[in-house]
């Protein structure tokens, strides 16, 4: 099956035929921390995590008083793609932005949603960040406009969650998203790929319980190593390997062809800031990569669904 241009269920593909168009995400910083840096669940945040909690692309840290401001800058960061104007999509992307009390959080995520020109409100967050009254924040907030979470479980594997300290279970994971879609909320849960010392098998099974869930949707993203990380000195000290783009190209075609095509894929790449990046060098040419992985998809005639692949 084709979804539009793509033989996956692309977000792209999805938001067309929901909103008769494509829609653009505008990074907020909603001005919060994450308890694996401030000491709750530990001190430094995961290895791989960079300075500003993976929100290199957001808006500059406000309150939500000037939430609508940020809303702005970012429209205008985007223009050039759709200057006929439209909607959005309100992601509030730096580090865990459901990490303080509803109090500070129904103003800040009703200001957001109500903007005339946001369609979606996102909110990418950890499972150990989301007690009952946020959960009820969050359904009441779906009755206004579609609200989406985003959860960082990046693997399933509990060494290798211990090993980049992600500082919660799978269980905690489970649970999380048991009681949002309780809620009637969407989920989309990120992946890393090329996690230090995880086998092409192991990238696959996290992909696959993903898929068993079935989840609403999935980012799939390329390890980066960046500058100012724990990962970064890791990597220093101990070079590891990291996917080739050949190889990452072949692995997101069978984690694909993995899902259910009920899932939505919400990204196959990942754009690591290019000031910060050490490897692999290759994602800086997103095009490249996008192009590869497509041609992989020709080649070996693979579409979303179709399972594991006898040539593996």
């Given amino acids: 099956m084709m979804w539009g241009e793509k033989p ?10 929901e909103f008769g168009r494509k829609l653009y995400k505008l990074s907020l910083d909603g001005g919060m921390t994450c308890p694996n840096r401030d000491g709750k669940a ?12 993976s929100g290199e692309f957001a808006q500059e840290q406000g309150r939500y008083e000037d939430v609508w401001q940020q809303i702005e800058k970012a429209k205008k960061q985007v223009e050039k793609k759709m200057p006929e104007g439209g909607n959005y999509i309100a992601y509030f992307q730096s580090y865990t932005n ?18 005339p020109d946001v369609a979606i409100l996102s909110v990418a967050t950890r499972p150990d960040c989301l007690p009952e009254k946020t959960v009820e924040l969050l359904k009441r907030l779906q009755e206004k406009k579609p ?15 211990e090993r980049i300290h992600r ?5 905690v994971f489970e649970n999380a998203y048991e009681r949002l879609k309780a809620a009637g909320i969407t989920v989309v849960v990120h992946v890393i790929l090329g996690l230090p010392k995880e086998t092409r098998e192991m990238m696959l099974d996290t992909v696959r319980y993903l898929g068993n869930i079935p989840v609403d949707g999935i980012k799939l993203q390329l390890l980066h190593i960046l500058r ?7 990597y220093e000290r101990e070079p590891f390997p990291v996917l080739s783009l050949e190889k990452y190209a072949d692995l997101v075609v069978d984690c694909i ?35 590869t992985i497509q041609k992989q998809f020709q080649e070996r005639k693979i579409f979303q669904g179709m399972g594991s692949m006898v040539d593996k």
Avoid: M
């Fill in 228 to 234: 100012g990380t724990q990962l970064a000195k890791e």
């Fill in 167 to 171: 500082g919660y279970s799978l269980a």
């Fill in 257 to 291: 062809a993995e899902l259910p095509e009920s899932v939505v894929i919400h990204r196959i790449s990942g754009d690591g800031p290019k000031a910060l990046l050490i490897s692999p060098l290759w994602s800086k040419n997103k095009k490249v990569v996008l192009n």
């Fill in 42 to 53: 530990g001190y430094g945040g995961c290895t791989f995590c960079s300075g500003k909690g």
């Fill in 98 to 115: 459901t990490y303080a009390p509803v109090s500070y959080l129904e103003p800040l995520f009703t200001k957001a949603i109500e903007h």
């Fill in 8 to 17: 996956y269920h692309s977000l792209d593909f999805e938001l067309k035929k």
């Fill in 147 to 161: 609200v989406w979470v985003e959860l960082g479980l990046q693997t399933i594997h509990e060494d290798t969650a």
